[in-house]
Structures are given as C-alpha cells and as structure tokens.
C-alpha cells in the first residue's frame, strides 16, 4: 500500500519560512518523479514544483522561483519543500505526489498539509 504523508504545514508570518515533509512508503521511492502542488480555498489545485528521480533537475512555477526550493533524500524515502519569503498569496493546503513519467500525471497523493500565512 503506497502512503504519501505531509507534514511540516502551519500558520506563519508574511516574510517567514516553512520547511515542508513528504514521507513515501510502499512504493519504490528512488523511481518516481515527485512534486508538490497546492489548492487555495476556491481556486483549483496548481502545480508548484518537482524534482527528478536523482533530484538533478527541478522544474518551479514562476511565482516560486527564487523563493521555494525542493529536495529529496532518497535514502529516508522524503522530499522536502523549503519555503522562504511567504506571502499571503502562499496560503493553501500542500500536496506531494508521485509519478514515474516526468511531465506525466501523478500516480499517487498525499493527503495534504495546510500553509496559512498572516500578512
């Protein structure tokens, strides 16, 4: 049974940081392509950013770049999302998923963490 469980989501300030977690199991994590995307409240479910199976390549939407930086460790079957210079347009419930086809749908999801920043 394959489990993809977030963590690391809470309430910040504009300006702050949050580091999230994504711990895999059952599958085989070294394989998939991972992502994270995130869903404001009323807005659909956006593409953020991924990372190759290796974590040589990583792909950020523009609103992003420069702000937000993935990672993996494959050896603790994670990827990380770090978060710095929050704003206020950064408030959604982040979710990490896998794919073994970069640019190919996600296979599997996890069940959301919630970003809240206060301006």
């Known amino acids: 049974q394959v489990q993809l469980v977030e963590s690391g989501g809470g309430l910040v300030q504009a300006g702050g940081s949050l580091r999230l977690s994504c711990a895999a199991s059952?599958?085989?994590?070294?394989?998939?392509?991972m992502g994270w995307f995130r869903q404001a409240p009323g807005k659909e479910r956006e593409f953020v950013a991924r990372?190759?199976?290796?974590?040589?390549?990583?792909y950020y939407i523009d609103s992003v770049k420069g702000r937000f930086t993935i990672s993996r460790d494959n050896a603790k079957n994670t990827v990380y999302l770090q978060m710095n210079s929050l704003n206020s347009e950064d408030t959604a419930v982040y979710y990490c998923?896998?794919?073994?086809?970069?640019?190919?749908?996600?296979?599997?999801w996890g069940q959301g963490t919630q970003v809240t920043v206060s301006s």
């Open positions: 998923a896998a794919t073994l086809v970069i640019k190919g749908n996600y296979d599997y």
């Open positions: 059952g599958l085989p994590f070294s394989k998939y392509v």
């Open positions: 990372i190759s199976w290796n974590g040589a390549n990583t």
